[in-house]
């Protein structure tokens, strides 16, 4: 019957488009007709404000491999950074198994404030790192105006985790031209042989320059699991 999963690990969608287009694949075979639902939930994004709400289910034929849900997206007119919904499939029918359970939908700002410096937040209060991918990747927005050439210093704090046994000691500085609303930046994830999945470390913004400020979370958790 196959396995139904997200064709992409996260996707993007600027906030002036009408909807995001999104793609269940089935792969591992496709004999029989099977069905997958799907809904939406929120994350830093809200329903209502940056995207409706969408559920639903879909049906692929047999010999089918790919179907594609919409959901709607809203466009503001503030100045508020990158906003991320989950995406989640749940309950298979027909023999067919979940591949990728959730995954993101970004939505990018496209106002580009021309009023300050504006602030740095990091997208979320807390990210993941597994030690299979060797790294966790972690997103810093500049909200409330993109005026300047402008700065903000980033570096990793202990906490459960350990540096050098679970994750690799990281600082550095990000830098945002005028109009940049975005930034990432890695840590390297240690991979060890040691059961101890759920660990984390924390990392900080400080220092921004030019008259940005900092807005919270300007302090993140990075959860580690095996």
Do not use: W
Not at 9 to 25: D, G, K, P, Q
Not at 56 to 79: N, W, Y
Not at 195 to 208: A, C, I, K, Q, T
Request: aromatic fraction near 8%.
């Amino acid at each position: 019957a196959g396995k139904l999963s997200f064709s992409a690990l996260a996707y993007e969608v600027r906030e002036n488009s009408a909807a995001a287009t999104i793609t269940v694949v089935r792969t591992n075979g496709s004999t029989g007709q099977v069905g997958i639902t799907y809904a939406t939930s929120d994350k830093t994004a809200r329903s209502g404000t940056e995207y409706t709400a969408t559920n639903g289910t879909l049906t692929f034929a047999s010999g089918e491999t790919s179907k594609t849900f919409t959901v709607p997206i809203i466009d503001d007119t503030s100045v508020d950074g990158k906003k991320a919904l989950t995406l989640t499939l749940s309950a298979p029918t027909g023999g067919a198994v979940i591949g990728t359970v959730s995954v993101l939908l970004n939505i990018s700002d496209d106002e580009v404030g021309t009023f300050g410096s504006g602030s740095f937040m990091f997208s979320k209060g807390q990210f993941d790192g597994t030690e299979g991918d060797g790294l966790a990747t972690l997103t810093v927005n500049r909200v409330g105006g993109t005026l300047h050439t402008v700065s903000v210093s980033y570096a990793t704090m202990n906490g459960t985790a350990a540096p050098g046994l679970d994750y690799t000691s990281t600082s550095g500085t990000l830098t945002f031209e005028p109009g940049e609303q975005s930034k990432t930046f890695t840590v390297p994830i240690i991979k060890d042989t040691s059961n101890d999945s759920g660990e984390y470390f924390s990392v900080s913004l400080s220092s921004p320059t030019a008259g940005a400020q900092l807005e919270t979370p300007s302090t993140a958790q990075v959860n580690v699991y095996e």
